[in-house]
């Protein structure tokens, strides 16, 4: 077997086994080692009519808008199916169970009989091309003895595509080619037929191939141009993906300690620096809000930074004092993002944060932090993968005087 029919019936099996119409079906992966694409095209044209077919085409979505199906001959339908087979599991899957529900009772006919009563079988029939014969050529081919399935192999051989169909009966339901009337007429046309070019029937397989081509080839581009937006957006496979967590607070109070009132640390360059290169997956900013202070326009500029704000209101005691922090709430957001992300950023030097750092790395991803020296727990730096300060390049100084 092919690694291609390898690939068709790797879906196919279920412990060896299928179940249908209280009938235990052998493993079938042989089939796709015994026929090619050009057998199945043959098997499908035979065992199906042209409206199953049209709806097998649909299932499994090879249909495109525009296109007029009952104008298609039906070997170009049925080679587009078979083809599709063994390209992808999921085609492979349903046109496999649709043969095998509706030969049902020719699969369970073949299997009761030995190889002599098939050939008795198959001499009462003359007409090789009824609905009929074609199903039992498939269940032959399903057939584990080689008595069974090679004669329906060499059956297939002898069968050349575009052959008239005669003497089918109304069970049968639909033509072979109803769309062409030479091919699909009585005893004159069979004659016609025989005396017609041999590089007329060449060309109309030859053009079956090429629209199968033409199919692949679409598809592939449309895949190279989803590779190409996929590449564009930056979500390429080798590029690591981050979230970063900004305790506002804690930055807004170290700014000022280390470089004086009206330093205020630029969250634009902030995020620049600590995302580089990399997929910025999701950015938070946690803010303290006090009544005395009208903080919306801050708000608006970090979400015009693409932040995620999360704001909070100062808490005051009846002592006077006031309570405020982020650190719980902080924390969660955290482990929620530590299997979507390979990298966790965060912006503070409050050393509470330690056993949360030592937690997300036990989690998977990195950890890195930004800080301002001079306001950062020791343990917090040594603890992180990696620790970057915050120098005069990332803020902006306020003070109109300067």
């Known amino acids: 077997m092919t690694d291609r029919a390898a690939k068709a019936a790797a879906c196919l099996t279920h412990?060896?086994?299928m179940e249908n119409s209280n009938i235990a079906l052998p493993d079938y992966r042989h089939l796709f080692?015994?026929?090619?694409?050009?057998?199945?095209?043959?098997?499908?044209?035979?065992?199906?009519?042209?409206?199953?077919?049209?709806?097998?085409?649909?299932?499994?979505?090879?249909?495109r808008d525009g296109r007029d199906l009952e104008t298609a001959a039906m070997h170009t339908l049925a080679a587009q199916l078979a083809g599709d087979c063994f390209e992808r599991e999921v085609t492979a899957a349903q046109v496999i169970r649709t043969l095998v529900h509706t030969s049902s009772r020719?699969?369970?006919q073949i299997g009761k009989a030995t190889p002599e009563g098939i050939n008795s079988l198959l001499s009462d029939r003359t007409d090789a091309y009824t609905r009929e014969c074609g199903r039992m050529t498939f269940a032959m081919l399903l057939d584990e003895r080689e008595a069974v399935y090679a004669p329906a192999i060499e059956r297939l051989n002898r069968i050349p595509a575009f052959q008239p169909r005669t003497g089918v009966s109304e069970e049968t339901a639909s033509p072979y080619l109803r769309d062409d009337p030479v091919l699909n007429g009585g005893p004159e046309d069979a004659r016609l037929l025989e005396d017609a070019d041999p590089a007329l029937i060449e060309a109309r397989r030859h053009g079956a191939d090429l629209e199968k081509r033409n199919r692949i080839l679409e598809d592939r581009v449309r895949e190279m141009q989803r590779r190409i937006e996929k590449f564009q957006e930056g979500a390429g496979t080798e590029t690591e993906r981050v979230a970063l967590f900004i305790d506002v607070q804690n930055m807004w109070y170290a700014a000022r300690q280390q470089h004086g009132f009206s330093a205020r640390v630029d969250f634009e360059k902030l995020m620049q620096a600590a995302v580089s290169d990399r997929r910025l997956i999701?950015?938070?900013?946690?803010?303290i809000q006090t009544p005395e202070v009208d903080q919306s326009g801050f708000v608006t500029m970090l979400e015009q930074f693409s932040y995620e704000v999360k704001r909070k209101?100062?808490?005051?005691?009846?002592?006077?004092?006031?309570?405020?922090?982020?650190?719980?709430?902080?924390?969660?957001?955290?482990i929620r993002m530590a299997e979507k992300v390979d990298v966790v950023i965060l912006a503070s030097g409050d050393g509470d944060f330690v056993s949360l750092i030592q937690l997300l790395k036990e989690l998977g991803p990195r950890v890195e932090v930004f800080s301002?020296?001079?306001?950062?727990?020791?343990?917090?730096?040594?603890?992180a993968d990696q620790y970057h300060t915050i120098d005069a390049s990332l803020l902006i100084d306020m003070d109109p005087v300067r």
């Open 15 to 17: 412990g060896g086994y």
């Open 33 to 63: 080692g015994r026929i090619d694409e050009k057998g199945l095209t043959r098997v499908l044209e035979l065992a199906l009519d042209r409206q199953l077919i049209v709806k097998l085409l649909h299932i499994c979505g090879l249909v």
């Open 106 to 108: 020719e699969i369970e």
């Open 282 to 287: 999701r950015a938070y900013a946690y803010v």
């Open 313 to 334: 209101d100062l808490r005051r005691r009846s002592d006077g004092s006031a309570k405020g922090d982020w650190d719980m709430e902080m924390a969660i957001d955290m």
């Open 372 to 383: 301002f020296p001079h306001n950062t727990a020791r343990d917090l730096m040594e603890t």
